[in-house]
């Protein structure tokens, strides 16, 4: 049955230029090692596998592929969340993810088609966040798209606005931002466009600790780094967003871009000290807010460990 | 000889130790009960010599249970159907001595593993409703095992009325595994009890809109017992 999906995908990656038969083989692995663990409810792995697809996808210089990661880390994050405070609803939580996966691998199968691949992981963001309200949020709460745009471009003016503060190692603005973004979905729900605009920030966030490593021992940012990575990002999700406009594979480059540099990034500056931070940012920036610890702070408690010793 | 049941996980307590005696005939011995690495509780055999696990050094400060004391002795007196936990976790029942070994005993609860027909999955991704009266079926399961400890097999489906074709109802089957028929229709009966106290619950604390839904869902909605 795989052998014959994989017969069936070659031919389709063959026509959108991918020629190396090795290349799918790899990342389908990936994808379907990536849907065993969320059979098997294991969420954590699950995130470690979207980690594989994505760092492949980025090897093999597959965006489409890098999306499709992207969107299942996203999944893998939300199932962490529910089995750690909601396991009492696994079960009926887990059919949303169920048809997700299933609509994406078939979509995987196909071809891949970026579209579709945005409007499932809409469906399932709005869906899931009925799984994330609590019990009076679920009666108090009604669906207010409209109230979820109002509030979209105020905090994303505000962003830009304020985005130089980035440059600020302390700075918690992109991690504010995220939690104003997702309380607002989970609570009011929202339209594809703001699903987008959430993973490209979730992303970016990411991207931030990682060019805070890159600039330790320094409390700023470089004025090169900042432009390179940060700044550039912030400009394109806020005025696509505030022009409406919904050009999908300009998006779609852009969140390869990010997780391009991220995953780069990580390689060259997860050293072993910061380990015990990256992981959990990471996972869930926004819900778990983890104060970003400069390596410098690290340094300073190791060596103080050190001389005590 | 009679075999109790062999390795009840330590993080199921006393309670279920207790529970494992009082349905099987008593004897006046005394067991030992002892825990392995992974924390699971050997309940022996009735007239069987217990050789102790040697306590292995790891994570004591893990130690979840606090029932399970370093060789407490706890002593089960005949016709008690309360269980008196103070501190070191003493149950009574029939002139039995348990001493339990201490070692962490990392909780794992059971699994709930609640399957849903394909309808009924369909309903949950289109009709949010529909999903919040099935979770709150789910979650109002899982607190029952983890209360009772028990093992189900359970799953939700649409079923015909073979009466009334058009009308179609919602069942939760119950599976309850090696129990006997009267315990089965008593825990049958807790379930009922506590699910639909639970609709009540939510009846009351809803918009309109949403009653109107919920009464009609609960209309259809059936606890069946699989035997």
């Known amino acids: 049955m795989i052998k014959e999906k994989f017969k069936n995908l070659k031919n389709n990656y063959l026509i959108a230029n991918m020629n190396d038969s090795l290349d799918i083989e790899i990342l389908t692995q990936d994808l379907e090692y990536c849907i065993k663990t969320f059979e098997n409810d294991n969420f954590s792995l699950m995130n470690v596998a979207t980690n594989r697809l994505m760092e492949n996808s980025i090897f093999l210089e597959n965006k489409e592929t890098f999306l499709v990661a992207a969107i299942l880390k996203d999944i893998a994050n939300d199932y962490i969340g529910i089995f750690q405070y909601k396991r009492n609803i696994l079960n009926s939580a887990k059919v949303i993810g169920k048809k997700t996966i299933t609509s994406i691998k078939t979509n995987y199968y196909n071809g891949i088609n970026i579209e579709s691949l945005w409007q499932d992981f809409n469906e399932f963001t709005v869906k899931i966040s009925e799984f994330h309200k609590d019990e009076l949020e679920s009666e108090v709460y009604k669906k207010n798209t409209e109230f979820t745009s109002i509030i979209f471009e105020k905090i994303l003016k505000f962003f830009e606005e304020n985005k130089e503060s980035l440059k600020k190692i302390h700075c918690t603005l992109i991690n504010g931002v995220l939690g104003v973004i997702i309380r607002i979905m989970k609570n009011h729900s929202c339209a594809l466009k703001e699903s987008m605009v959430y993973l490209y920030i979730k992303l970016l966030a990411i991207l931030y600790n990682y060019v805070i490593e890159k600039n330790f021992p320094e409390e700023e940012i470089n004025e090169d780094d900042y432009k390179e990575y940060l700044e550039v990002h912030v400009d394109f999700i806020v005025k696509n967003y505030l022009n409406d406009s919904l050009d999908f594979n300009k998006y779609n480059s852009e969140l390869w871009e990010i997780g391009k540099q991220y995953r780069e990034l990580y390689f060259l500056f997860n050293t072993p000290r910061v380990v015990a931070k990256a992981p959990v940012s990471e996972i869930v920036p926004a819900l778990v807010r983890v104060p970003i610890i400069p390596s410098r702070k690290i340094g300073e408690n190791e060596e103080k460990e050190e001389k005590e010793n | ?227």
């Open chain 2, 1 to 227: 000889m009679e075999s109790i049941q062999s390795n009840v996980e330590a993080s199921q307590d006393i309670t279920r130790i207790y529970n494992n005696l009082k349905y099987n005939n008593t004897s006046d011995v005394n067991l030992t009960f002892s825990t392995d690495a992974s924390g699971i509780i050997d309940l022996p055999e009735r007239g069987t010599e217990i050789h102790k696990i040697d306590r292995i050094n790891v994570h004591r400060n893990e130690i979840i249970h606090r029932s399970l004391k370093s060789h407490k002795k706890i002593e089960f007196f005949r016709d008690s159907s309360s269980i008196e936990t103070h501190h070191a976790s003493y149950l009574k029942f029939p002139n039995k001595e348990i001493k339990v070994d201490s070692l962490p005993a990392e909780i794992t609860p059971f699994k709930l593993d609640l399957q849903f027909s394909k309808k009924v999955e369909n309903l949950i991704i289109h009709d949010s409703i529909f999903g919040r009266f099935i979770s709150e079926i789910e979650r109002n399961l899982n607190e029952f095992i983890k209360h009772e400890h028990m093992k189900l097999e359970n799953k939700i489906f649409f079923e015909e009325d073979w009466e009334i074709p058009d009308y179609e109802k919602l069942i939760l089957s119950l599976n309850f595994k090696g129990i006997p028929f009267k315990r089965e229709m008593l825990l049958w009966k807790m379930i009922n009890t506590m699910v639909y106290e639970r609709i009540k619950h939510i009846i009351l604390y809803s918009s309109e809109e949403k009653v109107r839904r919920i009464k009609e869902l609960k209309k259809k909605f059936f606890i069946k017992l699989e035997m």
